[in-house]
């Protein structure tokens, strides 16, 4: 049964810094692995998607990286803004072949001004 | 852009009562799901549906949930007799094929 992890749970920087969060998970034979935003009471805004083939996934300051082999995923958020402030989620399928999305806890993230 | 809407945003019950929730999926996609999360947790699948069945489900899905595809575009979650537990965010979401899923706003439903 597929188990996602997220370290730190809660995380905060100040205006400017960049930072990483983590994602680990238990089965690797995963097709692909996908970060979500959520703000509070809201629902959940795709951010990056990562295909097996890939190790990495680029949309402006963010960038993903999965390493299957160690069953880990990291997104980088560069030159971080008040705006980033959200909960930033992880997912992957729970087991090869299947769409069905297993989520971790979040990362809580605030960037103060 | 399209989106994934729900309707109706929050939803008040009695224990006992009968609830549908309804999402419009992106036009073009094929695969359809439900998740929840209830208040501080994390995230939880419900079923997915495709090609007008479903394809799969968890153990939270018992015999008081349903889904239907009504018409073209309307995609719907039944909850037969609400219970307390029951309490959560219910989100839809939507994929072309098994890749990027898009998010609705979410439904947020109070069981009294």
């Known amino acids: 049964k597929q188990e996602v992890t997220q370290i730190p749970a809660a995380l905060s920087v100040p205006e400017g810094e960049n930072l990483v969060l983590n994602c680990s998970f238990t089965d690797s034979a995963i097709y692909n692995l996908q970060w979500f935003r959520q703000d509070p009471g809201k629902g959940l805004t795709s951010l990056l998607l990562?295909?097996?083939?890939?190790r990495e996934q680029t949309s402006g300051r963010l960038n993903a990286s999965l390493d299957k082999s160690s069953g880990r995923s990291t997104l980088y958020i560069a030159a971080s803004q008040p705006g980033d402030s959200a909960t930033y989620l992880c997912?992957?399928?729970?087991?090869?072949?299947?769409?069905?999305?297993?989520f971790g806890k979040g990362t809580m993230l605030l960037v103060s001004p | 852009e399209p989106e994934v809407t729900q309707t109706p945003s929050h939803q008040v019950t009695q224990m006992g009562q009968e609830v549908i929730l309804r999402c419009v999926p992106i036009s073009n996609h094929l695969y359809f799901y439900w998740y929840r999360q209830i208040l501080g947790q994390k995230v939880e699948f419900l079923v997915s549906?495709?090609?007008?069945?479903?394809?799969?489900k968890s153990e939270i899905f018992d015999d008081q949930f349903s889904v239907e595809r009504p018409d073209g575009s309307n995609f719907t979650l039944k909850i037969r007799s609400t219970k307390l537990e029951d309490s959560a965010m219910y989100f839809c979401?939507?994929?072309?094929?098994?890749?990027?899923?898009?998010f609705g706003p979410g439904t947020r439903l109070t069981v009294l």
């Open positions: 997912a992957a399928p729970i087991s090869s072949g299947y769409s069905t999305l297993t």
């Open positions: 990562i295909q097996s083939s890939q």
């Open positions: 549906f495709y090609n007008n069945e479903i394809s799969e």
């Open positions: 979401a939507s994929s072309v094929v098994s890749d990027t899923q898009y």
